[in-house]
């Protein structure tokens, strides 16, 4: 049975960063399209980044040039660096597959954002 499950979140000041993991686990093989999403208070859950197998990523421009995903797949692990962090990054965040996989959201990581 497949898992995700989201590590790394906490309270940090605004101009602050952190890095967000996701370990999958029950996978025997490489996943081709990795990514992050997060949800606000009182918003919708929405894609912030993609991996895919080959490495090429994507962001959403809200995050653009201060997020960045990676993946280890030799761990099945992808990561968040999220640096420059603003109060409006404040956000749940769940990783899952791309295009997500409704059986697989987990508890996601909190992330609060102190201005």
């Known amino acids: 049975q497949v898992r995700l499950v989201e590590s790394g979140g906490g309270l940090v000041q605004a101009g602050g960063s952190l890095r967000l993991s996701c370990r999958a686990s029950?996978?025997?093989?490489?996943?081709?399209?990795m990514g992050w999403y997060r949800q606000g208070p009182g918003k919708q859950r929405d894609w912030v980044a993609s991996i895919a197998s080959s490495g090429i990523t994507n962001y959403a421009d809200s995050v653009k040039g201060r997020f960045t995903i990676s993946r280890d797949n030799a761990k099945n692990t992808v990561y968040l660096q999220m640096n420059s962090l603003k109060p409006e990054d404040t956000a749940v965040y769940y990783c899952?597959?791309?295009?997500?996989?409704?059986?697989?959201w987990g508890q996601g990581t909190q992330v609060t954002v102190s201005s």
């Open positions: 029950g996978i025997t093989e490489t996943i081709a399209g």
């Open positions: 899952n597959f791309v295009p997500s996989d409704g059986r697989l």
